[in-house]
């Protein structure tokens, strides 16, 4: 029987992640899953929520959390295992991947991402356009890269950390668990957990 990939999330995310299980898995019937929107269609693809999906009678299923939110997808992650769906990586044909790489499930690799050699990334992983992840990094579960991120070499980056469009970590620098780098930002210095940082050099972001 055909497998069946739910792609979960039907917004932005999801509409840039869809196109290329589409290239991965050619022979895979793939929808949406969405429990905010109404059951339609998007990109001609089927929309439905995860009752839905888990009603399909298709034996070999796979989800994708295509969606930006960390704390969302780590939710989601934990309901699939639970419901002991396996998670799928999505992976541009594009990506250049070096020696010696490990990365958790259900991580999403969009177009132009490298990830050179001796690197170490937990689950869910979100690495956006043109991010790039250099030598001997260590990345822990549910971090999230925007477009153009530039991760240098021995950085290591705590859970559910975020690092912005563009954003510069300088070779050896600690990202803290649930730390945001702003947009643009040069990190130059370690950030702490919770922390958001921002500018160049980045500093604590103090808001009024
Ligand atoms: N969503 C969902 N289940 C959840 C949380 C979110 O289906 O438990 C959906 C939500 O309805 C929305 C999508 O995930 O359609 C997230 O879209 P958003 O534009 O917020 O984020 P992005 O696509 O940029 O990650």
New binding site residues.
């Given amino acids: 029987m055909t497998r069946l990939i739910g792609i979960?999330?039907?917004?932005?995310?999801?509409?840039?992640i869809m196109p290329l299980l589409r290239e991965q898995y050619p022979e895979a019937e793939l929808l949406f899953?969405?429990?905010?929107?109404a059951p339609g269609r998007v990109n001609g693809q089927d929309i439905v929520?995860?009752r839905g999906f888990l009603d399909r009678d298709h034996k070999d299923k796979a989800v994708s959390i295509?969606?930006?939110?960390s704390r969302?997808r780590q939710?989601?992650a934990e309901?699939c295992a639970l419901a002991a769906i396996p998670l799928i990586e999505a992976r541009a044909a594009s990506v250049v991947q070096m020696d010696e790489v490990i990365i958790g499930d259900g991580a999403c690799l969009s177009p132009f991402v490298t990830l050179t050699s001796n690197i170490s990334i937990g689950r869910c992983f979100h690495a956006n356009l043109y991010s790039y992840v250099e030598h001997d990094c260590l990345i822990a579960d549910y971090v999230t890269f925007a477009p153009g991120a530039k991760v240098n070499g021995n950085v290591a980056i705590g859970e559910h950390a975020y690092i912005g469009s563009g954003a510069i970590l300088r070779q050896g620098v600690t990202i803290g668990a649930g730390a945001t780098v702003g947009m643009g930002a040069v990190v130059t210095r370690n950030v702490l957990p919770g922390e958001t940082v921002v500018g160049n050099p980045a500093r604590p972001l103090i808001k009024d």
Avoid: H, P, T
């Fill in positions: 979960y999330g039907a917004s932005g995310c999801g509409r840039g899953i969405d429990d905010g929107q929520d995860w295509a969606i930006g939110a969302i939710v989601l309901k």
